[in-house]
């Protein structure tokens, strides 16, 4: 079973940039999707970025394309979510989350770091 940790986050001011980072561990060898979701308070957990493997193309939500970038390390099993020009709106709890193989469900999730973006 593989664990998942994020670290990373804390206070910033709007406009500021945060990076967060996530690091997948235990029984696992390789990793095929690695993404990142939010959950503001009182609000669902949302999409925020994803890449595979191969580190081809990544996928961002509407909200934080062109603010947000996702990168990955496969032999680390690593990902790192870079956030700039960050709002007031960013202010979230950040999950990281892996998907084992392609195809496969968002299986193993972190415990989260909490981003607050202040005014």
């Known amino acids: 079973q593989a664990q998942v940790e994020e670290s990373g986050g804390g206070l910033v001011q709007a406009g500021g940039s945060v990076r967060l980072s996530c690091a997948a561990s235990?029984?696992?060898?390789?990793?095929?999707?690695m993404g990142w979701f939010r959950q503001a308070p009182g609000k669902e957990r949302e999409f925020v970025a994803g890449?595979?493997?191969?580190?081809?193309?990544?996928v961002y939500s509407d909200s934080v394309r062109g603010r947000f970038t996702i990168s990955r390390d496969n032999r680390r099993n690593m990902a790192w979510l870079q956030m700039n020009a960050l709002t007031p709106e960013d202010t979230a709890d950040y999950f990281c989350?892996?998907?084992?193989?392609?195809?496969?469900?968002?299986?193993?999730w972190g415990q989260g770091t909490q981003v607050t973006v202040s005014s």
């Open positions: 235990g029984r696992v060898e390789t990793v095929y999707g």
């Open positions: 890449i595979v493997q191969s580190r081809s193309s990544a």
């Open positions: 989350a892996i998907k084992i193989v392609k195809g496969a469900n968002w299986s193993e």
